[in-house]
């Protein structure tokens, strides 16, 4: 089996998937690959039977381009080649509905028909938790969905002074 990962260097989690596969009697080659090799030679022209890859999802997901059947070739996500009209249908509906409550039964069925048909494997999900000092007031964030997200309200930050006059 050639298992892909998009790194050039072995992590835990990484030699942990390689120990669960042979466990299962699969022969495993992983090969790793910077970023930039990896989209090239691999993501793009679908080259691997496994691959460690990740997916990052806003506050309000979409996770069309990862699940939609037509995304299952360049320049789409769908990198298990995952096929399910039923998901296509809901995911096309979810797009097209301005109602939340709607929108988020959607996904959420979405989700239940991605998980009984398998088509990959969900390791794990980050939590990130950003601390900051007692002084800085402003940051309203309460939930980050992704990294760069911690950021969006830097406007509103500020530290209490007093003003001296020299």
């Known amino acids: 089996m050639k298992f892909v990962v998009g790194s050039d260097e072995r992590t835990p989690l990484t030699d942990w998937v390689v120990q669960e596969l042979e466990a299962l009697g699969a022969q495993v080659e992983v090969q790793f690959y910077p970023f930039a090799d990896l989209e090239r030679n691999v993501l793009r022209p679908r080259q691997y039977d496994a691959l460690l890859f990740g997916e990052s999802l806003s506050l309000e997901p979409d996770p069309f381009a990862f699940w939609h059947s037509t995304q299952k070739r360049d320049p789409g996500l769908n990198l298990a080649l995952y096929e399910n009209r039923a998901v296509d249908r809901l995911l096309e509906e979810s ?53 760069s997200h911690r950021f969006a309200d830097a406007a509103n930050w500020y530290v209490k002074t007093e003003r001296t006059w020299k």
């Open 95 to 147: 797009r097209q509905t301005l109602e939340k409550a709607s929108r988020v039964a959607k996904l959420q069925e979405v989700s239940k028909l991605i998980e009984a048909d398998v088509p990959a494997v969900f390791l794990y999900t980050p939590y990130f938790l950003y601390l900051q000092p007692a002084d800085l007031k402003g940051f309203g964030m309460q939930i980050v969905a992704l990294p």
